[in-house]
């Protein structure tokens, strides 16, 4: 599985910045996006551990990102200090039909 989003991807929201101390605690359980929505997780600041079901465990840490696949089930779980986003894309077409 690539860890790039795909290429006619467009970014069309994000989340608030999070830090450890205030990541949701819908983001620490199993969640996943909507069909046709990918994430890319930014890290700024320390280390996020991203949990996916059947995959080992990526820590992320600051200045890179790793890509949420559609409907795909993970959690995230912060390695002491860290402060990151997730930004939301689609592809233009595939939006459209979700509508």
């Not at 860890?3 to 969640?31: G, W």
């Not at 996006?33 to 890290?43: A, E, N, R, Y």
């Not at 600051?62 to 002491?80: D, N």
């Amino acid at each position: 599985m690539t860890q790039t989003l795909p290429a006619n991807a467009v970014k069309y929201s994000e989340s608030p910045l999070f830090t450890q101390d205030t990541i949701p605690e819908a983001l620490r359980r199993d969640h996943n996006t909507k069909p046709g929505v990918w994430g890319q997780i930014v890290v700024s600041e320390g280390t996020l551990n991203y949990l996916r079901e059947n995959l080992p465990a990526q820590q992320i840490p600051a200045g890179q990102t790793a890509v949420i696949w559609p409907q795909e089930l993970h959690k995230v779980a912060p390695i002491g200090s860290v402060a990151f986003k997730v930004e939301f894309y689609r592809i233009p077409d595939a939006a459209e039909d979700q509508t």
